[in-house]
Each structure stands twice: as structure tokens, then as C-alpha cells.
């Protein structure tokens, strides 16, 4: 069903929130880690869980397949969102985490010695580790590519970096601490002249752009279901069909087989064969509800306004003494996601003192301590809005970090 009208104003989507009813003096600023979920996810968990419930996939009596009707529903409809080719394409998991070890798993076992993954230096762990991981058990060499001092990726050393080894290339869409849009239309291409798989960790990328993964020519495209407004537990990939058709599993159990004995099991055709065990229901039914709301947003107007606000806090940082801030000088290809870095104040003090004033700013690694070290700074303050944050969160946030300054 289209909706009739579009919510282009902050404040008309933070009134679909419930978080935001019965906490209005708090100023929730910390999107990247997790967004806050509409009224109607919640309402479809709660629905789902207390009188829809029955396991999907297995049951014969109405109930359980009009769950598993419903699953499958959640499916299209992200394949939809994605402009994925077919429903088939799109592999549920717990989130981008459970994705990225899924796929170096999976990519990992044709790697050999001499071969090479290339990474950014601006990887969250979630693409890092894995690969690591893969890397001590294969004797595959893992490559960076470095960073410019406008905290862009280097794509001359990029095209020095891609050879015949690269087996793997695995990149953020969107580093969840500089919010710099990489540059993928530069970076795929590349890694198709080479031959390697191109697996996109999008868990920043799919919460603020129209991603097409078609467009984009990745074979994978990696997301989490809490940061896009919707329920914790639940998030996916997209692969490319006949990509997911040469993957291994690596969880093995029921629902993913085709028959098994006691010698050997032959396992389903993608996606089934790699979505073993009872998977979180109702999350992915909240998931499917969470891309309805989407499609009654004007996401394109909303990201202006967010992208706003972010450049006031920019501008307002860098007229002050002993920030440094961590963005790009040319604010386009950009999000809005604000780290820094005060010369005399902790980021954890920061944070903290932030919080007095009912202000969720988050402070730390980011879990990308490697970035942290590139950068020369052991944490930052971030700051990442969303479409339902309004000017008085920012202007609360300008009122905590006075605050925080009178403390020197
Ligand atoms: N990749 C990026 C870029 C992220 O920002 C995050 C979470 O912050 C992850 C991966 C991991 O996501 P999750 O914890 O939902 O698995």
C-alpha cells in the first residue's frame, strides 16, 4: 500500500517514537550505535509474540505458515529495498557481525597462502577480526588501504594496493567514525579488474543512502536491523545468486538442510543454507515493519535536515580552541557522523558530563581501535543524529559541552 503522505520534519517522525513520549529531556544523539524504533515495530513485536507466535518453516497448521508466509514477506521486501534482483538474494543473520563472519567464512576457505584480503585502516572490528581470523588460518596476507590526511581513503595507494593476490576486497560503505561515504564506484571496479570478491560491510551505509546494490556491483552487502530502525537480533546480507550458490555454511543444524545421515548432509540452495535454527521472529517481522516506515519518510529531506545540524557542530567545533575534529574539510560525501577530539578533555568525561544534561553522546574506540591509532588519538567524542533529531538536541548538546569546558 503507497502512503498519501511523506514525513519530511524531524519532529513529525520523532512523534511515531515512543522512546521520545516518555523521555522528552533526553537528547539521543548516538544513531550510529543504534537507532530507536517507531511505534509500529514495536507494535508488531508485541503483536507477533503475544498472539501470532508458532515456528516457521516446519509447521503444517495455518498459524506457522502464515509466520513463515509473513517471513518470507520480510525477505521481498528488503530485496525491494535493496534493488537486489530477487528475494533469494537476501540471507537473514543476527546482524552485520554474524554477516562479516558468514562470508569470511565462507570466502575463506579458497584462500591459501600468498593469497590477499584488502581491508581500509578505517574498519569497525566487525570487518576486521573475521578476516584476521581467516587470515591466521589460511596464511592469506590481510593488506589496508591507508587514509588521506582529509580522512578519505588514499586511492592511489588503493590502485598500488589491488594485484592479481587480492582475493578478497571488504570495505565499509560508511566509516561509523569519520561518516565518510567511500568511494565505491572508484573502489569496486577496481576490485573487478582483479578478479577478487567485493563484500560491502553497509551497517552505516543502508541506514543513510538508497543503496542499489545492482548499481554498486558489490557480491555482498552486509546490515543490521537495530541501527535502520528496527528490532536488535536481526539483520542480513545480500549476495549476488550465484555468489551464494559457491558459499559454504558455517552454521550448520536444521532448516538448512536437504537430507542428512549419518555419513553426510547435502544442504538447501541458498538462502536457506545459511539460516540454521529457529531465527528471531518476530525481529524480522519487526524488520519488514521498520522498511514500511521507511517508505512513509521523505528520507532524502530528513538527511538534509540531520546533515544540517552536523554542519553547525562542525562549524561551532572548529571555532573553538582545543577541538579537533575528525572530518573530512569538504563536507560532501559525508553523513553527518561527528567525531572528535578535545586536547585536554577525555572523551569519556565528555560523554559523561554530556549525560547530566540528558545528552546520549557516544565516547571511545568505536570499535575501531586500529582508526583510533592512524588517527593518533586513543578515543573520541561521537556525535550521529537522525531523522528524528531537532535543533534542540543540538542546542542541548551545545549547552553540555559549555558545560563541559567550564570544568577546565
Ligand atoms: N560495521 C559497522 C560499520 C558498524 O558501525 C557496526 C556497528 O556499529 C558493525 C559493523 C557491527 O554491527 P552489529 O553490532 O549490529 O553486528
Known amino acids: 500500500m503507497q502512503p498519501t503522505k511523506k514525513y519530511a520534519l524531524p519532529a513529525e517522525v520523532r512523534a511515531q517514537f515512543p522512546f521520545f513520549d ?41 498459524i506457522s505458515e502464515r509466520a513463515t508466509d509473513r517471513y518470507e514477506k520480510v525477505r521481498e521486501k528488503l530485496a525491494a529495498f535493496l534493488h537486489a534482483k530477487r528475494p533469494e538474494e537476501m540471507v537473514f543473520t543476527s546482524g552485520s557481525t554474524e554477516s562479516l563472519n558468514t562470508l569470511a567464512f565462507g570466502l575463506g576457505t579458497r584462500l591459501q597462502p600468498g593469497d590477499e584480503i584488502l581491508l581500509t585502516v578505517a574498519e569497525h572490528h566487525a570487518n576486521l577480526v573475521p578476516w584476521q581470523l581467516v587470515a591466521a588460518r589460511t596464511g592469506a596476507r590481510i593488506r589496508y588501504i591507508p587514509l588521506t590526511a582529509d580522512y578519505r581513503l588514499d586511492l592511489n595507494a588503493a590502485a598500488e594496493l589491488f594485484s592479481p593476490k587480492t582475493k ?98 547435502r544442504f538447501k540452495c541458498p538462502p536457506h543454507r545459511f539460516e540454521a535454527g529457529t531465527p528471531p521472529i518476530s525481529a524480522c517481522l519487526g524488520l519488514g515493519r521498520a522498511l514500511d516506515f521507511y517508505a512513509t519518510l521523505d528520507r532524502e529531506r530528513l538527511e538534509a535536515g540531520n546533515l544540517a545540524l ?35 578533555i577525555h572523551a569519556h568525561d565528555m560523554a559523561a558530563v554530556a549525560d547530566t544534561q540528558g545528552v546520549c553522546v557516544r565516547a571511545g574506540h568505536h570499535c575501531a581501535q586500529p582508526l583510533m591509532q592512524v588517527l593518533g588519538v586513543t578515543a573520541t567524542t561521537r556525535v550521529s543524529p537522525y531523522l528524528y533529531n531537532t535543533q534542540a538536541d543540538l542546542d542541548a548538546l551545545f549547552r553540555a559541552l559549555e558545560q563541559v569546558e567550564m570544568l577546565l
Open 168 to 265: 578478497v576486497f571488504a570495505c565499509a560503505h560508511i566509516s561509523n567514525v569519520l561518516g565518510v561515504i567511500h568511494p565505491l564506484e572508484i573502489l569496486i571496479p577496481m576490485a573487478r579488474a582483479v578478479g577478487a570478491a567485493v563484500v560491502i560491510d553497509g551497517a552505516q551505509g543502508i541506514v543513510h543512502l538508497d543503496v542499489n546494490v545492482q548499481s554498486l556491483d558489490c557480491d555482498f552487502y552486509v546490515f543490521s536491523g537495530h541501527k535502520m530502525l528496527g528490532p536488535t537480533g536481526i539483520g542480513g546480507f545480500y549476495g549476488k545468486y550465484e555468489k551464494l550458490c559457491e558459499l559454504p555454511p558455517w552454521k550448520g543444524g536444521g532448516d538448512m538442510i536437504e537430507s542428512v545421515t549419518l555419513e553426510q548432509s
Open 310 to 344: 552536523s554542519k553547525q557542530l562542525t562549524a561551532y567545533l572548529r571555532g573553538r580552541k582545543g577541538y579537533r575534529v575528525l572530518v573530512p574539510a569538504d563536507e560532501t560525501a559525508w553523513v553527518g557522523i561527528v567525531s572528535f577530539h578535545h586536547e585536554r
Open 22 to 62: 516518555t523521555k522528552p529531556e533526553i537528547h539521543y544523539l548516538d544513531n550510529a550505535a543504534s537507532s530507536q524504533k517507531p511505534r509500529c515495530v514495536i507494535e508488531t513485536l508485541h503483536q507477533y509474540d503475544a498472539y501470532e507466535h508458532a515456528n516457521i518453516h516446519r509447521g503444517v497448521y495455518g
